[in-house]
């Protein structure tokens, strides 16, 4: 399986986000887009999920940052199993990062991540694609 890169970014209108990004030719993946979130499609295994702010906030303790006056971002890596997240997360701690939120399985999803020395946030989340519940 290819390691694949999941931007996350906070917006204010999600109805314009899609207009102004669909403009510029981009697509977004249904299976994963809804009233919060939209899933971009950057590359074939590239995406930003542009998300509004309320709902962004949901998954940091720090206040979201500004993207007009600072810079901000929550980089998310896929991984092989629910091991590897958990392994991940295991040596980050133990080599000076640390684990600000708690471990989350969806079911379909299992999602844990870490700051690392400097604060940057890594996500990290294994899904399995035959397990994700239908949209309504």
Not at 27 to 48: R, W
Not at 88 to 110: S, T
Request: glycine residues 6%; charged residues 25%.
């Amino acid at each position: 399986m290819h390691k694949q890169i999941f931007v996350n970014l906070p917006v204010r209108d999600i109805d314009r986000t899609r207009a102004f990004f669909g403009s510029l030719g981009f697509t977004f993946n249904p299976q994963f887009s809804d009233d919060k979130a939209l899933c971009m499609v950057i590359g074939e295994h590239i995406y930003a999920m542009l998300l509004q702010e309320s709902y962004f906030q949901t998954f940091t303790q720090k206040p979201v940052a500004d993207a007009r006056t600072s810079t901000e971002v929550l980089t998310c890596l896929s991984c092989e199993s629910r091991e590897e997240v958990d392994a991940l997360v295991a040596k980050a701690v133990a080599a000076g990062g640390r684990a600000p939120n708690e471990r989350k399985d969806y079911g379909f999803m299992v999602y844990h991540g870490f700051e690392d020395l400097d604060g940057h946030v890594w996500e990290l989340m294994y899904m399995d694609p035959n397990a994700v519940p239908p949209q309504a």
